[in-house]
T-cell receptor, first 114, second 110 residues
Framework: GAVVSQHPSRVICKSGTSVKIECRSL??????MFWYRQFPKKSLMLMAT?????????EQGVEKDKFLINHASLTLSTLTVTSAHPEDSSFYIC??????????FGPGTRLLVL | SQQGEEDPQALSIQEGENATMNCSYK?????LQWYRQNSGRGLVHLIL?????REKHSGRLRVTLDTSKKSSSLLITASRAADTASYFC??????????FGEGTQLTVNP
């Protein structure tokens, strides 16, 4: 089946620093990728839709200047959490849509901001 | 985005029993999908049911969809300890956007 990877799987950073998370579709091309965040024991909240070659579409309430998304190629989307603060600590998950209806999810990145 | 609701929030059963989880959603959807998530891991797609379908089977999974009531159910038959996980429904709307339910934590006791 289709595989989506995320890197890093886990990151700890100091407050005020920026963190970049990569999402890659390994064996298919994805014109659309999605970024979600998930708090402990909670559901996934869609943050933004990442479209290859164009600007991301952010969900209501998500700060686009804080969560920078770049989808530079058909296999890579990046999420940069700028000037991270402890409240940004969360589990970030990406998904990729190829030629099929099913979204394939990455394994997630756990971010801890101290 | 509006979140769907799932019940129960937590379900604990014995191995061999059936587990039923319900999901309700608020907007019109193209399809309804069910996912599984082990603690701290990514999501695994289980099954997709289209808006014009009423029931679908896949192995030990049975999914129903009632678009008039905007609800779906997931039945896992003959449960196993390895089925212990969180289960989420997600309604797909335009542009492949998914809106997830709150999830059901299933515990299958050996």
């Amino acid at each position: 089946g289709a595989v989506v990877s995320q890197h890093p799987s886990r990151v700890i950073c100091k407050s005020g620093t920026s963190v970049k998370i990569e999402c890659r579709s390994l064996d298919f091309q994805a014109t659309t990728m999605f970024w979600y965040r998930q708090f402990p024991k909670k559901s996934l909240m869609l943050m933004a839709t990442s479209n290859e070659g164009s600007k991301a579409t952010y969900e209501q309430g998500v700060e686009k200047d804080k969560f920078l998304i770049n989808h530079a190629s058909l296999t890579l989307s990046t999420l940069t959490v700028t000037s991270a603060h402890p409240e940004d600590s969360s589990f970030y998950i990406c998904s990729a849509v190829g030629s099929w209806e099913t979204q394939y999810f990455g394994p997630g990145t756990r971010l801890l901001v101290l | 985005s509006q979140q769907g609701e799932e019940d129960p929030q937590a379900l604990s059963i014995q191995e061999g029993e059936n587990a039923t989880m319900n999901c309700s959603y608020k907007t019109s959807i193209n399809n309804l999908q069910w996912y599984r998530q082990n603690s701290g891991r990514g999501l695994v797609h289980l099954i997709l049911i289209r808006s014009n379908e009423r029931e679908k089977h896949s192995g030990r999974l049975r999914v129903t969809l009632d678009t008039s009531k905007k609800s779906s159910s997931l039945l896992i038959t003959a449960s196993r300890a390895a089925d212990t996980a969180s289960y989420f429904c997600a309604g797909e709307t335009s542009g492949s956007r998914l809106t997830f339910g709150e999830g059901t934590q299933l515990t299958v006791n050996p």
